[in-house]
């Protein structure tokens, strides 16, 4: 149904944009509310398109948020809305880096707060990795909106608001992080990056995860370990590895990580979305 | 960089979503307002986010509609961003079947309405086609909102709005056409339309040209004429093809629409899609 107006039965709940007054407490209840059964063979795509319309309506997710969606939609309907097992081993890969490292954080925009905020909360968890809000399109409304919307899901602790350091070789508003987060990091999980960022992390040297469904796309491109795979699935798989990884020594995490081709994983997504179903 | 939160240079403008309170003058001007000059390399994909953009503000718009551009994005970028050969075909065809019914209506939801506007009023000029307004979700003020916008770009008659008949099949709200208008139409082109609705106009046996970036999507499967192609470039083409054969015979008329193969067409949109440039 790509390209129609319309993908997937919804509510006619298309009147009610931008309404930003909503509390994060009725933001949490209405988004977890969907009226299908997870059975359903829709269910991913309903609980999906849900979230990323509630976010809109807390003002979390933007105009550009909902048009990257649907640019996912089309990858995902490609891959075959399944996690693929190159992108499990990416999974696994992005796990045991998490686990390595000594400074992980988890970025999070607009869309991926609207799409994960309990998941995100819980692999913050597992890998002890600290929850920076970072925005292509800064402004203060949307950061404190999003932070609220995080702490609503169970973050304590939300970075980025204090905006005290910057990405070099990109604009002011654009490099802005904290200091002790994304600008310390040595390992960044960057889900639906935009390029420009993803190679300026890349630049400082940072071992950079990108979750992205689109295996051309620059970001994935440039990353340490590009993860092709939706959000949805993606994130409650890494926690899933982490958790398994828990207590596995230095030497088998390397290792886990070493094995891990980039290149490998790359092509064999977009063999996916050349020769699978259509 | 599909798949990321923001896909082109944008000009922060992520706030102020949800405004339906434009005038349409100031909706005409603002939407042809870009500034890049036609050369620029992503000219076409800025001039539609553009206008996209600027059809939410104006209340034309719905999130449905945003996450729907972005699904076509990504095919359109697999497609290679261009009107493939056979495409072109099929546009050529659409322009014979225009030509040759006696009652063709061009249907026109939110999305289509925000994007070719001018190029609509054009077509149904060349080819003495009715205009109608028809939406997946149907509100009173999208429907007056979207008929607003096609009378500032010179649209006389607009119809959809008296809603006196129904497409068999649909439920209530969903199947409202006009008695006039598409229930009486012998020839439809549906952009960008809902597979169930694509499917139910075909049982009344109308001849039924879709265009849609997925050569999957069931509309234009179900299409007498699929035009897989981008609506921001098919809807001039059509137009161009029909002011050509405006003085050609029904024999040449009816030939080339004879010629025109809808499951040889779906292939090679297909083929496209799965060998072109990623």
Redesign the interface.
Same mark, same amino acid.
């Given at each position: 149904? =790509? %390209?129609?107006?319309?993908?997937l039965e919804?509510k006619?709940e =298309?009147? @009610?944009? %931008?309404?930003g007054a909503n509390g994060n407490e009725a933001s949490r209840s209405e988004a977890d509310r969907i009226d299908v059964p997870e059975s359903h063979p829709r269910y991913e795509s309903l609980l999906t &398109?849900h979230r990323?319309?509630h976010g809109?309506e807390a003002g979390i997710t933007?105009?550009? %948020?909902?048009? *990257?969606? /649907? &640019? %996912?939609? *089309?990858?995902d309907y490609l891959l075959g809305e399944e996690t693929i097992p190159s992108a499990d081993a990416a999974e696994r890969a992005a796990a045991a880096q998490l686990l390595l490292a000594d400074h992980p954080v988890l970025s999070v @925009? /607009? @869309?991926v707060a609207a799409l994960v905020p309990d998941e995100l909360v819980e692999l913050a968890a597992v890998v002890d990795a600290a929850l920076e809000v970072n925005?292509?399109?800064r402004?203060d409304?949307?950061m404190e909106a999003i932070a609220d919307h995080l702490r609503a899901h169970g973050a304590e602790d939300v970075k980025g608001l204090a905006a005290d350091a910057r990405i070099p070789g990109l604009e002011h508003e654009r490099g802005k992080v904290d200091a002790d987060g994304i600008y310390e990091a040595d390992v960044v999980l960057v889900p639906?990056?935009? /390029?420009d960022r993803a190679a300026a992390l890349g630049e400082m040297d940072k071992v950079e995860i990108v979750i992205?469904? @689109?295996? *051309?796309? &620059?970001?994935p491109r440039v990353a340490t370990i590009p993860i092709v795979d939706n959000v949805i699935r993606a994130v409650p798989t890494i926690t899933a590895h982490a958790r398994e990884l828990a207590d596995a020594d230095t030497d088998t995490l390397e290792r886990i990580v070493d094995e891990f081709d980039a290149d490998e994983a790359l092509a064999a997504a977009?063999e996916r979305i &050349?020769?699978g179903e259509?």
């Amino acid at each position: 149904m =790509t %390209g129609s107006e319309d993908g997937l039965e919804d509510k006619g709940e =298309t009147e @009610n944009e %931008g309404d930003g007054a909503n509390g994060n407490e009725a933001s949490r209840s209405e988004a977890d509310r969907i009226d299908v059964p997870e059975s359903h063979p829709r269910y991913e795509s309903l609980l999906t &398109r849900h979230r990323i319309e509630h976010g809109v309506e807390a003002g979390i997710t933007s105009k550009q %948020g909902l048009i *990257a969606q /649907g &640019r %996912g939609e *089309a990858f995902d309907y490609l891959l075959g809305e399944e996690t693929i097992p190159s992108a499990d081993a990416a999974e696994r890969a992005a796990a045991a880096q998490l686990l390595l490292a000594d400074h992980p954080v988890l970025s999070v @925009n /607009g @869309n991926v707060a609207a799409l994960v905020p309990d998941e995100l909360v819980e692999l913050a968890a597992v890998v002890d990795a600290a929850l920076e809000v970072n925005l292509f399109n800064r402004t203060d409304e949307r950061m404190e909106a999003i932070a609220d919307h995080l702490r609503a899901h169970g973050a304590e602790d939300v970075k980025g608001l204090a905006a005290d350091a910057r990405i070099p070789g990109l604009e002011h508003e654009r490099g802005k992080v904290d200091a002790d987060g994304i600008y310390e990091a040595d390992v960044v999980l960057v889900p639906l990056e935009d /390029g420009d960022r993803a190679a300026a992390l890349g630049e400082m040297d940072k071992v950079e995860i990108v979750i992205d469904l @689109n295996p *051309a796309s &620059r970001s994935p491109r440039v990353a340490t370990i590009p993860i092709v795979d939706n959000v949805i699935r993606a994130v409650p798989t890494i926690t899933a590895h982490a958790r398994e990884l828990a207590d596995a020594d230095t030497d088998t995490l390397e290792r886990i990580v070493d094995e891990f081709d980039a290149d490998e994983a790359l092509a064999a997504a977009e063999e996916r979305i &050349r020769n699978g179903e259509f």
